[in-house]
């Protein structure tokens, strides 16, 4: 059974910091493209960041760009975002996502392994 964890959320000041995790059992990340999402109460869920399968290439929502980062380690099959400079409007449930075939990455519909959710929220 593959199983997605992310941990890492929590309550922060806005201008605040926090790393997320995103831990994989029951599948080997390495051949996959790992995105993260979040969603906000009454929004859609929108994509952060994404990573390609070496780590190589990641790309990021315009509103998170400079703030946030993405990474992974494969020898650990985890992947990482790192949030700085937080801001109230990044409050919301974080999730990663992670595929083999993902043609479309922003797409949350192009993704078949999800994680149940971190929540972050950012106090003004």
């Known amino acids: 059974q593959v199983q997605l964890m992310e941990s890492g959320g929590g309550l922060v000041q806005a201008g605040g910091s926090l790393r997320l995790s995103c831990a994989a059992s029951?599948?080997?990340?390495?051949?996959?493209?790992v995105s993260w999402f979040r969603q906000a109460p009454g929004k859609e869920r929108e994509l952060v960041a994404t990573i390609s399968r070496s780590g190589g290439y990641t790309n990021y929502a315009d509103s998170v760009k400079g703030r946030f980062t993405m990474s992974r380690d494969n020898a650990k099959n985890m992947v990482y975002l790192e949030m700085i400079s937080l801001k109230p409007e990044d409050t919301a449930v974080y999730y990663c996502?992670?595929?083999?075939?993902?043609?479309?990455?922003?797409?949350?519909?192009?993704?078949?392994?999800w994680g149940q959710g971190t929540q972050v929220t950012v106090s003004s």
């Open positions: 029951g599948r080997t990340l390495r051949n996959d493209r």
């Open positions: 996502a992670a595929d083999i075939g993902v043609s479309s990455y922003a797409s949350a519909n192009e993704y078949k392994y």
